[in-house]
């Protein structure tokens, strides 16, 4: 059964990059027909997709964030990541990554627990 | 933007009664692939969300058959035919045929 883990720092200052890692577990990255996501949630709100990466390296990226999000794979380590510059207070959230969130009928959605980063000095 | 509209944003309701959630889009959600890529999700307090039904009306392994969706073109529809305990958080649609977008979820509650 694939399992994902997100790890990062909790806090991160103004201004600077805010960089996280999903560890995937049960599966590889880099095989399968998989698209991987991140996906954020803000205390008390509601969930945003910022970005996936498919397993041959192609990405999309939330419109709204692209200017700021970098999302990368790295097969050697089984993982893939988030880096989203020039954070401010709004980009406090859950941060969760995931496989497969849009469902095409062949594959389960896996999220992880999720990792609370807080933007603050 | 694809923006996903639900309604309502509360939903409370009695135990082995009927529950329903609206999702409208901004645009229609019909991919180049023939295939309309609207998702439902729940989230219970304190978990991450589990998807529920995938391409408007197909549940996911395990989900209770009372759960089923509907649904064509720009406005789709979750229904849960008798509530139970357990259904209580928020659903959210999401839909997957644009850059992904979600609803502002609906938080299902017991009366």
């Known amino acids: 059964q694939v399992q994902l883990q997100e790890s990062g720092p909790g806090l991160v200052k103004p201004s600077e990059t805010l960089s996280l890692t999903c560890t995937v577990s049960?599966?590889?990255?880099?095989?399968?027909?998989?698209?991987w996501s991140w996906i954020r949630q803000p205390p008390g709100k509601g969930l945003e997709w910022i970005a996936y990466?498919?397993?041959?390296?192609?990405?999309s990226y939330n419109p709204s964030l692209k200017s700021r999000v970098t999302i990368s794979l790295d097969t050697s380590k089984n993982q893939f990541s988030l880096k989203l510059s020039s954070v401010t207070a709004a980009d406090t959230a859950m941060y969760f990554c995931a496989r497969d969130i849009n469902g095409g009928g062949t594959t389960a959605a896996h999220w992880g627990q999720g990792t609370l980063v807080t933007v603050s000095s | 933007d694809v923006v996903m509209t639900q309604s309502p944003l509360s939903l409370p309701v009695t135990l082995g009664q009927p529950a329903s959630i609206s999702c409208r889009s901004s645009q229609g959600l019909v991919h180049s692939d023939g295939n309309t890529y609207l998702n439902w999700f729940h989230q219970r307090p304190g978990q991450s969300p589990r998807r529920l039904i995938y391409k408007i009306s197909n549940r996911d392994s395990g989900v209770p058959d009372r759960f089923s969706g509907s649904g064509s073109g720009t406005d789709f529809t979750l229904k849960i035919s008798r509530v139970e305990a357990e259904d209580v958080g928020v659903y959210y649609c999401?839909?997957?045929?644009?850059?992904?977008?979600f609803g502002q979820g609906t938080k299902l509650e017991i009366k």
């Open positions: 049960g599966g590889s990255v880099s095989s399968g027909s998989y698209y």
């Open positions: 999401m839909q997957g045929t644009h850059p992904y977008t």
């Open positions: 990466i498919f397993y041959t390296g192609r990405t």
